[in-house]
Each structure stands twice: as C-alpha cells, then as structure tokens.
C-alpha cells in the first residue's frame, strides 16, 4: 500500500459530498428566497418555481460537464470513450430532498456504439479511471484532500501509468492519500506508508508503517513481484530513480 501526500489542506471532501452540496445547495439558496412565509399552496407553488429553475441550470450544465468528464478520460487512456447525462423529470410526490429529477451517467465505450449506463456496462478499470476523472473535475479547489481507495482496481501496465501521472498532478495542488497494490503509483508518493496487520495479540491490530530510503526501495520491490532482491530490487531503485528525475 501507498499513501501520496501533496500539498497539506486542512479539509476533507468527497466528490459525491461535492455534488451533494452543489445540488442541495443550489435548491435551498433558491426555494429558501421563494418559502420565507405565505399559505401552503404558495409555498408549494414557489417550490414547484425552485425546482424548475434548478432543472434549467441542471440541464445548462449537462453537456458541458459531459464534455469535461469525456476530455479528462482521454488522458487516461480511455480515447474513444464519451459521456453524456441523461436527466429525466421525477413525479411531484417522489420528489426527495436532493433531487426532482433522475440523473444518470450514460458511458459510450466507442464511436460506433450507443450510449448505456456507466453502472451497467463498465468494466472496474474503466470505473476506476472515471472516479478519477471525476474527482479531478469536480474538486477545483485547492483546500480539500481527495482520497483514492484502492482507484487502480481493474487498471495496469501503461494505463497505471497514466493514472500515476495524473494522481501526480493532482497533489501539484490538492492533498491526495491513495491506496494502491501498484508499484508504478506508489512510487510517486511524497510519502510512503505501509498498512499491516499485526496479529501477535489476542486482538488484531492495523499498524501504519512509514518507509524511506532504502526501505522504500524493498517494499517497491516487494509490490513488483513478491521478492526483495536481485532483478526486482534493481528495477524499484529505476522506477524511483525515473519519478525522482521527471
């Protein structure tokens, strides 16, 4: 395991907090102006105004987001994929307190294929690499950490490459903690930090190792191939000795 840490923020915020607050937010700023006092059904009149509005800027929003989303896969070695959201109008009474439409992200693997669910059709490594993507896209600022469990599942030889050098990037301004079993990733790291399990108790521990010099050179060598000298050895000291000179 690996953990990169860039630059220190004092803040923690997921991609679906994001969102949350910038759906939910956006529908209390308007129907928090529209709701301040009156009879209920002027009050849900106003509701009925908010929500419409939020669905104009919703659907304003929708293909440049999608443009976004289909430009930042493409670095990561997903060229011929596109996006697009499908948004759809939700009954009044199965209206939530996020949501009066259905949105869902539809993925097109290729030119020539249609455009299906993300969720449905999606392979881990593409999943992986749009959770990155997304990430990348929404969190703009630079006072919040984003955390990657595991983001490299399904995803290796070059295409973990690709998604190293844009994890890299990302802590040019953002704290970023990345779990990964992927050598080519854990090599970028500010700091490394192995997690083990120490069962030499009654209880079983999770026990939060740093390693430097050339302590790292051997657990890389170790998330090569298994082994901790010879051939595997020298090639962990080149792949840090690549990232050390780029």
């Known amino acids: 395991y690996a953990i ?5 923020v ?34 849900d009149t106003a509701l ?6 939020l669905a104009t800027l919703r659907s ?16 990561l070695g997903m060229q011929s994929s596109s996006f697009m959201l499908a948004i759809s109008d939700l009954p009044r009474n199965a209206w939530a307190s996020e949501a009066t439409q259905h949105i869902e992200l539809l993925y097109c693997p290729g030119a020539t294929m249609s455009p299906r669910p993300l969720a449905k059709i999606a392979s881990g490594g593409e999943l992986s690499r749009v959770m990155l993507a997304l ?19 399904g995803v290796g030889g070059s295409t973990a490459n690709l998604v190293a050098h844009r994890l890299a990037e990302l802590s040019s301004n953002h704290q970023v903690i990345v779990v990964t079993h992927l050598p080519q990733i854990a090599v970028f790291a500010d700091a490394h930090l192995v997690v083990e399990k120490d069962t030499k108790g009654a209880v079983p521990r999770t026990v939060l190792r740093e390693v430097r010099d050339e302590a790292r050179t051997v657990e890389i060598s170790r998330m090569l191939s298994g082994d ?18 780029r």
């Open 10 to 43: 004092s803040a923690l915020t997921t991609s679906s907090q994001l969102m949350t607050v910038a759906v939910t937010g956006a529908m209390a700023l308007i129907v928090g102006d529209s709701l301040a006092a009156g009879p209920a059904a002027e009050k």
């Open 60 to 75: 304003d929003a929708a293909v440049g987001f999608s443009d976004a989303l289909t430009h930042a896969v493409a670095s």
């Open 228 to 245: 901790e000298e010879g051939v595997s050895l020298e090639h962990a000291r080149t792949l840090l000795e690549q990232v050390r000179v």
């Open 135 to 153: 990430k990348g896209e929404v969190n703009v600022a630079d006072n919040v950490t984003l955390v990657f469990d595991e983001i490299d599942s």
């Open 48 to 53: 009925i105004s908010a929500a419409n509005a």
């Open 4 to 8: 990169m840490i860039g630059t220190p």
